[in-house]
């Protein structure tokens, strides 16, 4: 059974940082894509970032240049560091990863529990 573990959500004032980190664990043969998701008040789940497995990264505008994702492949571990953040960063925050079972031939779709990021004064 794969599961998706994150950590690093709390409360941070507007400018501040935090850094998530979502670690997969289980029998895993390979991961392909691995990304970062949020889901703010009232709003629809939208991406934040994703890293595939050669290392490209992609960013949603609204966080380029603030937001960093970076992967581990030796520990299954996806980080995404903020920098600068602001109010309407606020939101649960889920990791995401495209990983196959060693008994599978296929890749399924995982997602962590989620983890909650309020910035306020």
């Known amino acids: 059974q794969v599961q998706l573990v994150e950590s690093g959500g709390g409360l941070v004032q507007p400018g501040g940082s935090l850094r998530l980190s979502c670690a997969a664990s289980?029998?895993?043969?390979?991961?392909?894509?691995m990304a970062w998701y949020r889901q703010g008040p009232g709003k629809q789940r939208e991406l934040v970032a994703l890293?595939?497995?050669?290392?490209?990264?992609n960013y949603r505008d609204s966080v380029k240049g603030r937001f960093t994702i970076s992967r581990d492949n030796a520990k299954n571990t996806v980080y995404l560091q903020m920098n600068s953040l602001k109010p309407e960063d606020t939101a649960v925050y889920y990791c995401?990863?495209?990983?196959?079972?060693?008994?599978?031939?296929?890749?399924?779709?995982?997602w962590g529990q989620g983890t909650q990021v309020t910035v306020s004064s």
């Open positions: 995401y990863s495209q990983i196959r079972y060693t008994a599978s031939d296929f890749y399924n779709h995982y």
């Open positions: 890293i595939d497995n050669s290392g490209n990264t």
């Open positions: 289980g029998s895993i043969a390979s991961i392909n894509a």
